[in-house]
């Protein structure tokens, strides 16, 4: 079986809607000319941008209840990577893969590599996992693990985010995303003073062993597994431990990761102010860490997110660069699926962000002009770029229509009559 689906189908599909595509964003082009926008430029701004896909995405993930595995589960990093292929090869906006360790460990990470490249993907940054016992582990993350109390839990979290780090340079990874899941269930449990102490002391002897050309991201998370108080609980906290790291320490932002209805875009504003802002894991949330797919609950916020990321581009702040990777999981749907219409959703507010004037808005601003500023962002994003989206995939060689593409393909049923299939059961991701 060839591993992924055969351009010469793509193509035929994409026969059929071309015209389209080229009727409509030549009306589009036209449209935004009247705002003196070069249609051209945002194109090959929005063809430049990737955002990774998460290597554990590509499973059907589950609630803390009941995981209903889908058919044809990748069986292992190899299937996974495959899977990551079609996404890149249909959608063309995911040119990298995030992988979490131990999770995706193999024998051989060299041919780990190749077998990216025959795909046509890269490795982005590393996730390493202290939230759950591996197999065989001599001690237990039970009550934390960089933060344990215990000094031999925390070194052997702190050598694993080692191993992590090396495997990761194996692949061509530059960056180590931290999360833990060390907290507490009960007042009085911790003393939250010192477990912030010991989360730095563990964190200095990873930073330590960075590569030179090396980040290490900082993920918070308001609660979960711990649900009283959580050691990384939030930006302020991330900010507190990378600020004492170093500059190779920066604060990454899961969407998902914060109280309701706090503004997420002022964090990053803040993050990319104070040069701390790492990057993202994009999805969507309507209670907590719900890891629903991007852009489909609330867009306008996935919008105002980008909104400062372009405004931060476009005014060239000092060492603005951050990784962009999705963080979902899928219950109801088919991965794949998701994580290509996700890609597109991330593709689709940049592409909007990229459309707002800057300069009415700058001037909107320092006149007081409310009404006036945010009808400049509303206009942004009430714009239609679809035909610029299906544009850029067409041009890459991805499909115009993925999902339709990816559903005629016949792949999933042809992966199943080779993976075998999984029972569903105990719970999945948190
Ligand atoms: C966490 C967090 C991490 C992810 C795990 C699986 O909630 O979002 O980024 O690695 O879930
Ligand atoms: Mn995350
Ligand atoms: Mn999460």
Redesign the pocket.
Known sequence: MSPLIDAAFVAAQNDKLARHVHHDYEHLGDQLARRDIDIETVRRQVAAFGVAIPSWGVGTGGTRFARFPGPGEPRHVFDKLQDCGVIQQLARATPTVSLHIPWDTCSDYAELRQAAADCGLRFDAMNSNTFSDAKGAARSYKFGSLTHTDPAVRAQAVEHNLQVIEIGRQLGSQALTV?IGDGTNFPGQQHFRRAFERYLESARRIYAALPGDWRMFL?H?LCEPAFYATVIQDWGSSHLAASALGPKAQCLV?L??HAPNVNIEMIVARLIAAGKLAGF?FNDSKYGDDDLDAGSVAPYRLFLVFNELVAAAHERVAGFDPAYML?QSHNVTDPIESLMVSAGAVQRCHAQALLVDRAALDAAQEANDALGATQLLKRAFETDVTPLLQRVRLDAGGAIDPVGAYRASGYRARVAAQRPAVMGGAGGIV
């Open positions: 999360w993920e998370k899961d998902g990761h894991h963080d």
